[in-house]
């Protein structure tokens, strides 16, 4: 059974930094793109960033491009989102979420249950 | 930011039919795979149509998913109180080199 679950979400001052980490399992991990997308309450999907399977390629939305940085370990089948420079509109709940192949492009097919971040003083 | 766009809200009584637009451009949806997720209240995406019309194993069949040029579209038949949720569109965007999503359709079952 495939699982991502993610970790690492909590209260942060702006300007700060947080981790955000995802444990999958289920799959052959290093053989498939992995992705970030967040939510605000109430509002709709934006996608953050994804990485492929080899973490020779990754992308970023302009909105967090320069800010946040993410990076995978296929030894202990993790990706995870190293978020500088916070600020409050970052607010949201963040998703790990599997990509369908090793392409990147390819859409998602498994998604975590969600980290709520915080970005207040 | 949404660059492709839903329409807010549809709705339709148990067994009807109803269909979400999604519209984009030539560097999303109209070269691209379009995918549709279901979001129930309060709990996380579940991918409801891949490469444009395929259903992972466990979709109902009421749900079907089409594209045409720059626009794609998902239908919902034969509704049930348990499809009440938020619906979603997303694409790869050459462009922009990313994702990008719908800006999702709230489905009421009256």
């Known amino acids: 059974e495939v699982q991502v679950v993610e970790s690492g979400g909590g209260l942060v001052q702006p300007g700060g930094s947080l981790r955000l980490s995802c444990a999958a399992s289920g799959f052959t991990f290093s053989s498939y793109a992995m992705s970030w997308v967040r939510q605000a309450a109430g509002k709709g999907l934006e996608w953050v960033s994804v990485?492929?399977?080899?973490?020779?390629?990754?992308f970023y939305a302009d909105s967090v491009k320069g800010r946040f940085t993410i990076s995978r370990d296929n030894s202990k089948n993790t990706v995870s989102l190293l978020m500088n420079s916070l600020r409050a509109e970052d607010t949201a709940v963040y998703y790990c979420a599997k990509i369908l192949s090793s392409d990147w492009y390819a859409g998602f097919d498994y998604w975590g249950q969600g980290s709520l971040v915080t970005v207040s003083s | 930011q949404s660059v492709l766009t839903q329409p807010p809200s549809a709705s339709g009584t148990p067994g009807q039919g109803v269909p979400i637009s999604c519209s984009g451009s030539?560097?999303?949806?109209?070269?691209?795979?379009v995918y549709w997720y279901q979001q129930l209240p309060g709990t996380a995406p579940k991918l409801l149509i891949y490469k444009n019309n395929q259903r992972p194993s466990g979709v109902p069949d009421r749900f079907s998913g089409s594209k045409s040029g720059t626009s794609a579209s998902l239908a919902i038949s034969g509704l049930r109180s348990e499809d009440e949720a938020d619906y979603y569109c997303a694409a790869w965007d050459d462009s922009l080199s990313g994702y990008v999503f719908g800006t999702g359709t709230k489905v009421t079952v009256l």
């Open positions: 030539s560097s999303n949806i109209e070269n691209n795979y």
């Open positions: 990485i492929s399977g080899t973490a020779g390629n990754t």
